[in-house]
Nanobody, 126 residues
Framework: QVQLVESGGGLVQAGGSLRLTCAASGLPFSSCAMGWFRQAPGKERDVVAAITWSGGSTSYADSVKGRFTISRDNAKNTVYLHMNSLKPEDTAIYYC???????????????????WGQGTQVTVSS
């Protein structure tokens, strides 16, 4: 059974930092592309960051470039999202997603991902 379990969300003041963690099990993690998505109330779920199976390529939404960093540890079956300089508009539920494949291009769309976590709430106060 595939499981993606996010953790690390919470309440933080604007300008603060959080690190989200997604622990994967039940799938060949080192052969999976990974992504972080977020969904704010009343809005669609959008990609935040994505990383290829090797970690060799990453991509980011324009709104988080320079503030967020995605990374992975294939030995620990874990992907991270380091979030700095948080803004109130970063408030959302953050989801981890996995897609099978060792491509060299990051996957930036929901339909490209098959497995999803339950999400973790991030709230940034002003």
């Amino acid at each position: 059974q595939v499981q993606l379990v996010e953790s690390g969300g919470g309440l933080v003041q604007a300008g603060g930092s959080l690190r989200l963690t997604c622990a994967a099990s039940g799938l060949p993690f080192s052969s999976c592309a990974m992504g972080w998505f977020r969904q704010a109330p009343g809005k669609e779920r959008d990609v935040v960051a994505a990383i290829t199976w090797s970690g060799g390529s990453t991509s980011y939404a324009d709104s988080v470039k320079g503030r967020f960093t995605i990374s992975r540890d294939n030995a620990k079956n874990t992907v991270y999202l380091h979030m700095n300089s948080l803004k109130p508009e970063d408030t959302a539920i953050y989801y981890c997603a996995a897609a099978m494949g060792r491509g060299t291009v990051t996957r930036r769309y929901e339909y490209e991902y098959y497995y999803w976590g339950q999400g973790t709430q991030v709230t940034v106060s002003s």
